[in-house]
């Protein structure tokens, strides 16, 4: 009788357990120098054929992936939160789509030259209703 309890005790446990969310970490390696991003994270390419994880990110045309020179690519930049690879943009914006949203919220890393903002939208493409946003600032020589 006591395992029995034991039992119900666990399923019960698992049971009312809340789901853990799953983290996602697009950290760009694999992606080509230069490239733009676009389908990269969404089960396609970059601009110049590479594919990452299918976690249904699309990017936008002005979101770019850069090598560091010390694997080959033309990127001059260190302490990057991951081995050799970053996203950058130059002009315009960077558009992330993620269709599922986000109901927790979500962080990223960022370096910065000038002053730059980013906009949180409840529609694909930068549309909708805008529910957030921040103001980050430079902070390249930091």
Do not use: C
Not at 10 to 15: D, I, K, N, P, T
Not at 16 to 42: C, H, K, M, W
Not at 82 to 97: E, K
């Amino acid at each position: 009788m006591a395992l029995n309890i034991k039992i119900f005790g666990l399923l019960y446990f698992a049971l009312i357990t809340p789901a853990v969310p799953q983290i996602i970490v697009p950290d760009f390696e694999g992606a080509a120098d230069q490239a733009r991003l676009l389908s990269f994270y969404n089960g396609g390419t970059d601009s110049l054929g590479l594919s990452g994880n299918n976690y249904g990110i699309q990017f936008g045309p002005n979101a770019l992936s850069l090598r560091d020179k010390d694997v080959g690519g033309t990127g001059n930049f260190a302490n990057e939160p991951s081995p050799d690879t970053v996203m950058f943009f130059s002009t315009g914006s960077a558009i992330l789509n993620y269709e599922p949203g986000f109901d927790t919220g979500f962080s990223f890393f960022y370096s910065a030259k000038y002053a730059a903002r980013v906009l949180v939208y409840d529609d694909l493409n930068a549309s909708g209703n805008l529910l957030a946003s921040i103001n980050l600032l430079p902070q390249y020589a930091d």
